[in-house]
């Protein structure tokens, strides 16, 4: 389903409810492909300018996602970036677009993605990928259910969500500038991703001014969502090549710069703050020539389930500058010391080295 919105205002009182017909989406001849980063399918998908989708914390969609979850869980069968889950909500090629106060209930793969848009405002959005199926309690089985993923996007704003899901709370991929992410709950996942980045030969990832402030990330009861991975973490892949694209790749370079991470509590997260460059790595890979630098790191407090609560390891081949950090106070499990690892950085400024 496609709306093309022009100065157009949708008021939404109810829920658009996705039919969970999953051998009909898994055949390619049925998936609508409007994103092109990892070619991804789509389900609903709005483009169009200047327009306002208002839900009233009322309306929205209901994915029926348990339906998928448990198909791939009993069956054994794995999930692959591009087998035709589709993402629920999509904005593509958007101008001037308000998403207001939206609930997407069960959401089987992403939630939300924004792709090719500028001067677009999330304000309000609930996302809940929540396992009832009792066979799995105690496992990830929602894999994938990011809230939101944007890519070649600029001047985006998100406020005021709150998502409970299997992976990335956020996921900002490349070429996301100006990006501004305030007042967000992350129930269990990974927690707020940078990337992953480089993983397209010839297509660099930019992501420039970049600020996420007010951020919680809440452990759940592991029967229901045994992950909560960090608070805030940055990947990119190697520079060599593995496979293509959507499950492969490698190779691609680009940077980010100018990203500020500020008043982030956690709870029990596995590693608070972490950068890696060997996103589906292998030994002998040559290092990401993707650089990050000028990163700030601010006023974080909560607690980790390890002695690790800092892990920035950047690629020898493009060392990190100017990696700063002011009023970390995560605890470790009672009786351990707070580690603060850092490889490849070039400066680093409000932590002591391990």
């Known amino acids: 389903m496609t709306w093309d919105l022009v100065d157009s205002t949708v008021d939404l009182h109810g829920y658009l409810n996705f039919a969970p017909d999953i051998q009909y989406w898994l055949n390619p001849a049925n998936t609508y492909r409007a994103i092109i980063i990892q070619d991804q399918a789509s389900w609903f998908v709005v483009t169009g300018r200047s327009f306002i989708i208002n839900a009233h914390g009322a309306g929205g969609i209901r994915g029926n996602g348990q339906e998928w979850w448990s198909y791939y869980s009993a069956n054994n069968i794995t999930r692959e970036d591009g087998d035709g889950r589709p993402v629920a909500l999509s904005l593509v090629n958007v ?22 848009s500028k001067r677009v405002l999330y304000d309000g959005m609930f996302c809940n990928a929540t396992n009832t199926d009792q066979r799995f309690a105690g496992t990830n089985i929602v894999p994938n259910t990011d809230g939101i993923d944007t890519y070649r996007s600029s001047d985006i704003t998100l406020l005021n969500w709150d998502i409970t899901c299997g992976d990335d709370c956020l996921a900002l991929k490349g070429n996301s500038t100006n990006i501004v992410a305030r007042d967000i709950v ?15 030969v010839g297509m660099p990832d930019q992501l420039d001014r970049v600020l996420i402030e007010n951020v919680q990330a809440i452990r759940l009861d592991p029967q229901v969502q045994p992950n909560m991975g960090t608070g805030l973490y940055l990947k990119s892949w190697t520079d060599t090549v593995h496979g293509v694209p959507p499950t492969g790749g490698g190779g691609g370079g680009g940077f980010v710069t100018n990203l500020v991470a500020r008043n982030f509590t956690v709870d029990r997260v596995s590693l608070p703050i972490h950068l890696y460059q060997t996103n589906d790595g292998h030994s002998g890979d040559a290092p990401s020539t993707l650089q990050f630098s000028n990163l700030t790191f601010e006023d974080f407090t909560g607690t980790s389930l390890t002695s690790k609560v800092v892990d920035i390891e950047c690629s020898p081949a493009v ?4 990696i700063v950090f002011k009023n970390i106070n995560i605890q470790p499990p009672a009786g351990d010391t707070p580690s603060y690892v850092f490889v490849n950085v070039v400066n680093e400024t409000g932590l002591p080295s391990s």
């Open 186 to 200: 992350c129930r269990g996942g990974n927690g707020i991703a940078i990337g992953s980045l480089g993983q397209y």
């Open 319 to 322: 060392p990190c500058p100017g």
């Open 95 to 116: 101008t001037d677009g308000i998403v207001k106060d939206f609930r997407i209930e069960q959401q089987p793969f992403w939630c939300n993605a924004v792709t090719g």
